[in-house]
């Protein structure tokens, strides 16, 4: 299993951006996807989850700012980002749970300048 993740870049704070990740999977509409992200010198946090049934969940930091959702037919979950703020700046990495197996993303850099 493979997973491409795609849409960062450098942005102003107040600006969006929305994040892909694009899984090689036949079975993705099963699994729960995630976002995750790492700033530097920091540890990778939950930043959004979603079920297989679609039930989605935030971190707080991002709670009305950031959505999360998935297209099963493109095997392909987003993140789209609004009112991005400098501290948003990480790594972002995408995570696919199936069963007990964990699949990581090789991440994309979202920068945000103040």
């Known amino acids: 299993v493979q997973l491409q993740a795609s849409g960062g870049g450098l942005v102003q704070a107040g600006e969006s951006l929305r994040l892909s990740c694009a899984a090689s999977?036949?079975?993705?509409?099963?699994?729960?996807l995630s976002w995750y992200r790492q700033a530097p010198g920091q540890q990778r946090d939950l930043v959004a989850r979603i079920t297989s049934l679609g039930d989605t969940n935030y971190a707080d930091p991002v709670k009305g700012r950031f959505t999360i959702s998935r297209d099963n037919a493109k095997s392909t979950v987003y993140l789209q980002m609004d009112k991005l703020t400098p501290e948003d700046t990480a790594v972002y990495y995408c995570?696919?749970?199936?069963?007990?197996?964990?699949?990581w993303g090789q991440g994309t850099l979202v920068t945000v300048s103040s």
């Open positions: 999977e036949s079975m993705f509409s099963t699994n729960a």
């Open positions: 995570k696919m749970s199936q069963g007990s197996r964990i699949y």
